[in-house]
C-alpha cells in the first residue's frame, strides 16, 4: 500500500508506480496529510484486513532479500514485542552503491529527553549483529506489532466505551505530529505501556537520509542545525514539545526531570538568539493544549518507571 501525498493526483512519482508496479495498491491522500495521517489510514486498513503485523517503510530504501523474514523471526520470538527494528546502512545515491556507514540500529534516548538514532554515522562492525532490546525504532523502516499499536491507540472518546477495532477516529501515530519524532512518540507509548522494542540486525535495509544527524554535544547539535530546512525546524520543535508536555505528569526521577528541564531551558535560550522564528510554534503549542491533554489522560503506565529510565543514558 502506498498514501501519495503529492498535491495533484497525476505525478512523476505515481504515474511510475502505476506504470511498473500495477499490484500496488495506489491512493492518492488529495493533499500532503502528513507522516503521521497517512500511515495511520494504511494501519488502519491493515487492521481491518486481518494483518497482524505492519512494515512501515520511507520510500528512499532498498532492502536485502531476508529483510522481512527477519524481521517476522525476532517478531514471533516473543509475544511482547511492540516493535522490530532493522538495522539501516546508508545507500550511497549518488554512486548508486552500498555503504558500511550506519544510519539506524534504533532510536536512543538521553536523560535530557533527546533522541538519536543508535551509531548513526559510525562504520558497521560486527560487533553491532546481536539481536537486542532498544528504547525505539525509527519510522524509516520498522515492523510493527498490530496488536501493541491497538492496545497503545489514541481514540477520541471515552475512555469507558469499548475500544473500536480499526475505527476512523483511531490514531496509532500522533496526528499532532504532522511530522518528525512521531516514530519517538509512538516509541514511548508502547514503552510506557509494557511492550519490548528490538532490533533486529540480521534485517538489513539502506537508506537515503534527507536529514542525518552529525554528533550528539550541544555544540554539534547547534552545527548541525544550519543544515536543516526551517520547515523542518518547526515541526521537530513543535513536536518535542507536545511529546514532553503528554510526559509531564509521569513519575520519572528527580534526575531526569532536571536534566529534561534544564535542556529545554537552554534549547529556548538558543532559539530565542539564533532562531527567533522557532517561537510562533509556542503559539501553535498554547493552542494545541486542549487536544494533548486529552492524550495525556489516555497514556498509560503499566511498568516501573526505572524500567524505562534504563534506556537513558548522558552525554
Not at 536485502?64 to 522490530?84: H, L
Not at 496509532?172 to 504532522?178: G, I, N, Q, T
Request: hydrophobic share 40%.
Amino acid at each position: 500500500m502506498v498514501v501519495d501525498n503529492s498535491d495533484e493526483e497525476v505525478n512523476e512519482n505515481s504515474i511510475y508506480i502505476k506504470n511498473n508496479f500495477p499490484e500496488i495498491d495506489l491512493s492518492w491522500a488529495g493533499k500532503n496529510l502528513g507522516f503521521a495521517k497517512a500511515f495511520n489510514k494504511m494501519i488502519r486498513r491493515s487492521i481491518n484486513d486481518g494483518a497482524r503485523y505492519f512494515l512501515a517503510l520511507n520510500p528512499d530504501m532498498i532492502f536485502e532479500p531476508n529483510f522481512i523474514e527477519a524481521m517476522v523471526r525476532v517478531m514471533e520470538s516473543d509475544k511482547k514485542i511492540g516493535a522490530v527494528a532493522p538495522k539501516i546502512l546508508k545507500w550511497d545515491f549518488t554512486n548508486n552503491r552500498k555503504t558500511d556507514q550506519i544510519d539506524s540500529l534504533g532510536l536512543s534516548l538521553t536523560r535530557e529527553h533527546r533522541f538519536f538514532d543508535e551509531h548513526q554515522g559510525e562504520p558497521d562492525n560486527p560487533g553491532l549483529n546481536t539481536v537486542h532490546e532498544v528504547f525505539g525504532f525509527t519510522g524509516a523502516a520498522a515492523l510493527l506489532n498490530l496488536a501493541a499499536l491497538e492496545d497503545v491507540a489514541y481514540q477520541e472518546k471515552s475512555p469507558l466505551a469499548p475500544p473500536c477495532r480499526g475505527g476512523e477516529s483511531t490514531e496509532y501515530f500522533d496526528e499532532l505530529m504532522f511530522m518528525y519524532k512521531e516514530d519517538c512518540d509512538l516509541s514511548y507509548r508502547l514503552r510506557l505501556a509494557g511492550w519490548k522494542i528490538v532490533l533486529a540486525p540480521q534485517a538489513l535495509a539502506y537508506h537515503n537520509r534527507a536529514v542525518a544527524a552529525k554528533g550528539k554535544t550541544n555544540l554539534q547539535i547547534a552545527l548541525n542545525r544550519r543544515h536543516k530546512s526551517r520547515l523542518v525546524k518547526k515541526w521537530s520543535f513543535l513536536n518535542q514539545w507536545i511529546l514532553l508536555l503528554k510526559l509531564k505528569n509521569f513519575p520519572f526521577s528527580f534526575g531526569v526531570k532536571l536534566a529534561t528541564g534544564w535542556y529545554q531551558i537552554k534549547s529556548l535560550l538558543f532559539v530565542s538568539l539564533f532562531e527567533p522564528f522557532l517561537l510562533k510554534e509556542l503559539v501553535k503549542l498554547w493552542r494545541l493544549r486542549p487536544e494533548i491533554k486529552k492524550r495525556r489522560e489516555r497514556l498509560r503506565l503499566d511498568i516501573e518507571i526505572k524500567e524505562l529510565e534504563k534506556f537513558m543514558y548522558d552525554i
